[in-house]
């Protein structure tokens, strides 16, 4: 079965930067996109950032020009790649994907952003 588990969260100051990692296991990882969301406290869970098996790529206008995603299908690996992180950016950031039409998602890796 489809596991997805993410890593690399943490508290930073504003400003700094954090990568986040997510190991895929249980699928063929390079012909499937896979994409971020997150989910701040009391809010809905929102898009971030998705890469398809070719390589193209697609932003939340909150995040184009700070965060990258990119992946590695040697490793099984996505990666988010934050830079200059602001408070709004405080969310639980989830790892996701759809193989066969089924969505699967992370445990989620909590990121948090201190002014």
């Known amino acids: 079965h489809v596991q997805l588990v993410e890593s690399g969260g943490g508290l930073v100051q504003a400003w700094e930067s954090l990568r986040l990692s997510c190991a895929a296991s249980?699928?063929?990882?390079?012909?499937?996109?896979m994409g971020w969301y997150r989910q701040a406290p009391g809010k809905q869970r929102e898009l971030v950032a998705t890469m398809a098996s070719s390589g193209t790529t697609n932003y939340a206008d909150s995040v184009k020009g700070r965060f990258t995603i990119s992946r590695d299908n040697a490793k099984n690996t996505v990666y988010l790649q934050m830079n200059s992180l602001k408070p709004e950016d405080t969310a639980v950031y989830y790892c996701?994907?759809?193989?066969?039409?089924?969505?699967?998602w992370g445990q989620g890796t909590q990121v948090t952003v201190s002014s």
């Open positions: 249980g699928m063929i990882f390079s012909i499937n996109a």
């Open positions: 996701t994907c759809t193989p066969g039409g089924t969505i699967y």
